[in-house]
């Protein structure tokens, strides 16, 4: 009766005409101003984002190379390096869903009220301070993922997230904690939420836009965002079936021990590409050795 959700509709406006703006002075890429004719922009680009010359005309001969392989579509994917990093980009989408963050997202002021924390008007500024930690955490990707490498942040977040989902699991599962519940919810969402902000929320994504070579990269990135979407959509589908059938704590449970499958995942099979040239990046058994 209020209307209040039209405000809620009508302020994403917004964050919309904050991006317009910010799009308007983006550059071409190099690799589309190369692939295009437009030589001298694409290398002024290159000279704007390196530091020195000799890595800009490094990543100018990839680029060149790259262009001069004639590939459409899904031949790209005939090359078993290609197909492996097809295969970790899709499987890294997935377990970005399938660890719960979406849960978290869509049905915390239910897992709130789930806790104890009573009303609709607690629960919401509750889940509003796990965005904010969500929001700021996300510095901590910004500033050190070229500093310590992409494994090492989502070895840190995806512990904690284990950690939180765990706890959270637990203190589920204690009736004589209900008195504590809220807070203990509370305590371990900012956690999860906070550890995934800077290791898979982020990380994910970069991974994917760099491990494949130029001609198959906006096709394997295409194919790995629609899994991340196909994930997202049976996370949120089932998740409340799930704590129906299941419990809320085996739910929790389930995503904690889905932690522990990503970082062994990680550690296997994904390659640290920390101050790789985008077009030197190279999947093979032998690069995920890190």
């Not at 005309?57 to 492996?84: N, W």
């Not at 910004?142 to 203190?171: E, N």
Request: glycine fraction near 10%; charged fraction near 15%.
């Amino acid at each position: 009766p209020s209307g209040g959700w039209r405000w809620m509709l009508g302020l994403a406006v917004v964050p919309s005409l904050v991006l317009i703006g910010g799009m308007i002075g983006m550059p071409e890429s190099p690799r589309y101003l190369f692939k295009v004719g437009v030589s001298e922009s694409a290398r002024s680009e290159l000279q704007r984002i390196y530091d020195d010359r000799t890595s800009a005309q490094r990543e100018e001969e990839s680029i060149l190379e790259s262009l001069r392989i004639k590939r459409t579509g899904f031949e790209v994917f005939r090359q078993p390096a290609v197909r492996m990093a097809l295969f970790i980009g899709i499987t890294l989408a997935v377990l970005q869903q399938i660890t719960g963050i979406n849960t978290v997202i869509y049905y915390g002021p239910q897992i709130f009220q789930m806790a104890g924390i009573g009303s609709a008007t607690a629960s919401i500024l509750a889940q509003t301070l796990v965005g904010t930690v969500n929001s700021l955490m996300t510095l901590v990707a910004i500033f050190y993922v070229d500093r310590i490498g992409r494994k090492p942040l989502l070895y840190a977040g995806l512990a904690g997230m284990f950690v939180a989902l765990t706890a959270l699991a637990y203190a589920f599962a204690q009736p004589h904690l209900s008195g504590s519940l809220g807070t203990i919810a509370l305590g371990s969402m900012m956690l999860y939420v906070g550890c995934f902000a800077f290791s898979l929320g982020p990380i994910v994504w970069l991974l994917i836009s760099e491990i494949f070579p130029l001609p198959a990269r906006g096709l394997g990135m295409s194919l790995s965002t629609l899994a991340n979407w196909v994930g997202n959509f049976l996370v949120s589908q089932f998740f409340l079936t799930m704590i129906e059938r299941l419990g809320r704590p085996v739910t929790f449970g389930i995503y904690a021990l889905l932690c522990i499958v990503t970082i062994v995942f990680v550690k296997s099979m994904v390659p640290e590409t920390k101050r790789e040239l985008l077009e030197q990046i190279r999947v093979s058994p032998s690069s995920v050795s890190s």
